[in-house]
C-alpha cells in the first residue's frame, strides 16, 4: 500500500535533515560561500578554491557549501563560517588572499578576525550580530529568508529548512480554501501592478475550460532589478513549490517558467531544482502520491523587454513574435494555447508556501493598509550598500535609502604623495528613479512616501518590479529621462504608432535638449507627446513609458530650463555642455599624470609650463580629472562651454 502524503513527506523530511548541515556548527565545521552570479562577478569562484586550499593544507575537516545570495551583494565576495564553539559568522568583502589569513588565524589561533566579519548571524555572547547593523535591523525577510542560507542545487536543504510543507497543507485543503487563505494574506502581485493575487486566481479557477496553464514570469527585463534573478538563483524550490500549489488551486497540471536567456545561472538551477523535485515525487504524476499531478517547463525567451507583458510573454511561448495583443480576453480566462492561463510573477509565487505554511495572519502582520506583507526592492546606482532588501510595505523611501542602502557614497580620490591619506569629497542625493524604465525620477521632498503601490502611483512613479535607482548630485535629470526613454524606445514592440513613433519623437526632443539644442516649446510638446502615447497605446510598455519624462519635468523643471536657456548642465553630466578646464593656480606644473592619462593626447604644455586641454580633440571621458591627484584636483569641469576661459597657447619646445 503506499503511504500518506503525509508519511511520505515525513520520510523526505528525514533524509533531509540528515544531509543538512545546519549554520550553527553542531555537525562539524562548514564554510558556505556566495556563488549567485553577483558573488560570482565579485570573485567568490577564487575565493572558494581559497577555501578549498587553505583547509586542505591545515587538514582541516570542513563541509563547503555553496549558496546563493544574501543580497548584500556590496560586500561580495561573502562567505559564512560555522565553527563548533563559535556562532555562525558572517564576512565580507573576502578575497582569496583574506581567506586564507582568515582560515589560519580561526582555526590555529581561535582568532576570528572580526575585522572583515559583518557579524555573526546568530543571536550569541560572543560577536555582535549582523541584525544589529542599520543595513539589516530594518529588514524583515520572508521570501530572502533562505537566500544565502541553503543550497539550491540540494533539495534536502530546502525541505529541511521547512519547504514543502506548505505543499502538503495545501494538499488537504480544498481549492477555494486556498485562494482565500491568500485573499487574507492581502497579497498583490509582485510583478509591477500589484493586482490582487486571489482575484486573479478565482477567475481562472472559475474558468469552465479546460486544460488550464500557469506560466511563471521570469523575464525581469528592467535595467537595474535583479529581485528575481536572486530568488532564482538562491532559494529556486520556493517558486516550484509555489507554483504546484497555484496549480492546484486554479486546477493546472502544466506550468511554465520563462526565463531570459541571459540569465545562465538561473536557467541551470531552475533546471536542476525542477528535476530534484520530480525525482522525489514533488512534481509529476500524484505528487507526495495525492490526486493532485502537476509538471514544469523552463521556457528561455530572448531577452526582450516586452515580453515580460502577460500577452506578448504568451505569444513568445507559443513560439510566435512576443507581440501584445488587446485585453480582454484576459490571460486569466483566454491564454496559452488560448486556454486559461494564470501568470504570476516570481516573487508573487515564491511568497505563497510561506502564507500556506505559516498562515495569512503572520504574512499580513507586517505591512500598511492596502499593502500587506513586505516587497524586495534591488537598490543600485549610487549607494553605499547595494543589493537587495526586503522591508515591510510602509517603510519610507528615506530608511530605504539612507537607513539600509548607507546613502550616497563619497567619491574617494587617492594622492600621488607617499603617506598623504586619500581625500573623500562628498555627494549630495538628488533622487530616486523607481519602477525601472515606466518608473518615475523622486526628488528628496518625497522621500517620507512610505512605499506601497498605491502611495508610489500618486507620486507619478510606480512600483514596478522592485528596481530602485539611486541618484545623486553628479547625475543629470534630463539625462536621466533620456537614457530610460532610449531603453524603451529600443524595446517597444513597434505595433502601435504612438509608442513606436511617438517615443522616438520624444527621444529626439530630449537628446536635442540635452546637446543644448532645445526650445522652450518643447516642454510643452512633450508633455502633450506624453499624453497621446500614454492614451493611444496599447500596452503598458507604451502607456508607462513617458513617466520619467513626466517625473523629472515636473520635480526638475529648472534643469531642463538651465539646458534650453543658457546652454548649462548643472550636474555637468551632459558632454555637449561640459568643458575640461584645468585650473592654472592649481596645477602642479611638472606632476603630468593628466598627460599621460589621455587617449586622445589633447593635453599640452603651455608657455607658462602649465598643462591645457585642447579642446577640439578633447572627447570629454575625465581620465584626466581622474588622474590628477587629490593634492592638485587641478581638473575642473565647466558649463556652459561659453565661460571657458581663454588658455595660453602651446610651449612650443615641451620636455617630454
Ligand atoms: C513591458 C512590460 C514588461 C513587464 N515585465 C515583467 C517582468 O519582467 N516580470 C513580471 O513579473 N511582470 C512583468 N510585467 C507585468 C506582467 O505583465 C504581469 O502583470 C505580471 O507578470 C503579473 O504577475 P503578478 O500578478 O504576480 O504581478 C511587465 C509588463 C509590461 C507591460
Ligand atoms: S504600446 Fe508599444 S510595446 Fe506595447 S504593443 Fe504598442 S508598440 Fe508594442
Ligand atoms: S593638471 Fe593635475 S595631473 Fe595635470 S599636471 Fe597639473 S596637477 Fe598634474
Given at each position: 500500500m503506499e503511504m500518506a502524503v503525509k508519511e511520505r513527506f515525513e520520510e523526505l523530511r528525514k533524509n533531509a535533515l540528515s544531509d543538512f548541515p545546519g549554520m550553527n556548527g553542531k555537525k562539524g565545521v562548514t564554510i558556505y560561500v556566495g556563488t549567485a552570479t553577483c558573488g560570482r562577478s565579485a570573485g567568490s569562484l577564487e575565493v572558494l578554491s581559497s577555501f578549498e586550499d587553505i583547509l586542505k593544507t591545515l587538514k582541516i575537516e570542513a563541509r563547503i557549501v555553496q549558496v546563493g545570495c544574501h543580497g548584500h551583494c556590496y560586500a561580495e565576495p561573502m562567505a559564512v563560517v560555522s565553527k563548533p564553539g563559535w556562532p555562525p559568522i558572517m564576512y565580507g568583502y573576502l578575497t582569496p588572499n583574506r581567506t586564507q589569513i582568515l582560515i589560519k588565524r580561526f582555526f590555529n589561533e581561535e582568532d576570528p578576525a572580526l575585522e572583515w566579519a559583518?557579524?555573526?548571524?546568530?543571536e550569541n555572547d560572543m560577536v555582535p550580530t549582523v541584525y544589529e547593523t542599520p543595513r539589516w535591523s530594518k529588514e524583515r525577510r520572508w521570501l530572502l529568508k533562505n537566500c544565502g542560507y541553503i543550497d539550491p542545487e540540494n533539495i534536502n536543504h530546502y525541505i529541511a529548512v521547512g519547504g514543502y510543507e506548505g505543499l502538503t497543507y495545501a494538499i488537504e485543503m480544498e481549492s477555494r480554501g486556498i485562494i482565500e487563505e491568500i485573499e487574507a494574506a492581502g497579497l498583490r502581485g509582485l510583478g509591477g501592478a500589484g493586482f490582487d493575487t486571489w482575484k486573479k486566481w478565482d477567475i481562472c479557477r472559475d474558468a469552465p475550460e479546460f486544460p488550464k496553464y500557469l506560466i511563471c514570469n521570469a523575464d525581469e527585463g528592467d535595467p537595474g532589478a535583479f529581485m528575481d534573478r536572486t530568488i532564482m538563483e538562491s532559494d529556486p524550490h520556493s517558486i516550484i513549490e509555489g507554483m504546484i500549489i497555484a496549480g492546484y488551486a486554479i486546477g493546472a497540471e502544466s506550468g511554465y517558467v520563462y526565463i531570459r536567456k541571459e540569465y545562465p545561472q538561473a536557467v541551470s538551477v531552475l533546471?536542476?531544482?525542477?528535476?530534484?523535485?520530480?525525482?522525489?515525487?514533488?512534481?509529476?504524476?500524484?505528487?507526495?502520491?495525492s490526486k493532485i499531478s502537476f509538471d514544469i517547463k523552463i521556457n528561455q525567451g530572448a531577452g526582450a523587454f516586452v515580453c515580460g507583458e502577460e500577452t506578448a510573454l504568451i505569444a513568445s511561448i507559443e513560439g510566435k513574435r512576443g507581440m501584445p495583443k488587446p485585453r480582454p480576453p484576459y490571460p486569466a480566462n483566454r491564454g496559452l494555447w488560448e486556454k486559461p492561463t494564470l501568470i504570476n510573477n516570481v516573487k508573487t509565487l515564491a511568497s505563497i508556501p510561506k502564507i500556506i505554511t505559516y498562515g495569512a495572519g503572520k504574512v499580513s502582520s507586517v505591512g500598511m493598509e492596502g499593502c500587506m506583507g513586505t516587497a524586495v526592492f534591488a537598490l543600485a546606482g549610487k549607494i553605499k550598500n547595494a543589493g537587495l532588501v526586503e522591508i515591510p510595505f510602509g517603510t519610507t523611501l528615506r530608511e530605504i535609502i539612507f537607513d539600509i542602502g548607507g546613502?550616497?557614497?563619497?567619491?574617494?580620490?587617492t594622492s600621488n604623495v607617499a603617506g598623504e591619506l586619500p581625500k573623500t569629497i562628498k555627494r549630495q542625493f538628488k533622487a530616486v528613479q523607481i519602477g525601472g524604465p515606466s518608473g518615475g525620477c523622486l526628488p528628496e521632498s518625497l522621500l517620507d512616501t512610505p512605499v506601497c503601490f498605491d502611495t508610489i502611483v500618486d507620486t507619478g512613479a510606480i512600483m514596478g518590479s522592485g528596481g530602485m535607482v539611486v541618484l545623486d548630485e553628479d547625475n543629470c535629470a534630463v539625462e536621466t529621462a533620456r537614457y530610460f526613454l532610449e531603453f524603451?524606445?529600443?524595446?517597444?514592440?513597434?505595433?502601435?504608432?504612438?509608442?513606436?513613433?511617438?517615443?522616438?519623437?520624444?527621444?529626439?526632443?530630449?537628446?536635442?535638449?540635452?546637446k543644448g539644442a532645445g526650445a522652450m516649446e518643447d516642454l510643452c510638446l512633450l508633455e502633450e507627446l506624453a499624453e497621446t502615447i500614454k492614451q493611444g497605446s496599447l500596452c503598458n510598455l507604451g502607456k508607462t513609458a513617458p513617466n520619467p519624462i513626466l517625473t523629472t519635468l515636473s520635480y526638475f523643471r529648472e534643469e531642463y530650463e538651465a539646458h534650453i536657456l543658457d546652454k548649462r548642465c548643472p550636474s555637468l553630466e551632459c558632454k555637449d555642455l561640459v568643458a575640461y578646464y584645468i585650473l592654472p593656480e592649481k596645477c602642479q606644473r611638472a606632476c603630468d599624470a593628466c598627460v599621460g592619462s589621455c587617449p586622445t593626447e589633447a593635453i599640452y604644455t603651455r608657455r607658462d609650463r602649465l598643462k591645457?586641454?585642447?579642446?577640439?580633440?578633447?572627447?570629454?571621458c575625465a581620465s584626466c580629472m581622474d588622474a590628477c591627484p587629490a593634492q592638485y584636483d587641478a581638473v575642473v569641469k565647466i558649463s556652459p562651454v561659453s565661460e571657458l576661459p581663454e588658455s595660453e597657447p602651446r610651449y612650443d619646445n615641451p620636455p617630454y
Open positions: 559583518l557579524g555573526a548571524i546568530e533546471t536542476t531544482a525542477v528535476y530534484q523535485a520530480r525525482e522525489l515525487g514533488l512534481l509529476g504524476k500524484n505528487i507526495l502520491n546613502g550616497v557614497p563619497p567619491i574617494i580620490k524603451t524606445q529600443k524595446e517597444s514592440c513597434g505595433k502601435c504608432t504612438f509608442c513606436r513613433i511617438g517615443t522616438k519623437h520624444m527621444l529626439d526632443i530630449l537628446t536635442d535638449i540635452t591645457a586641454i585642447e579642446q577640439k580633440k578633447c572627447v570629454k
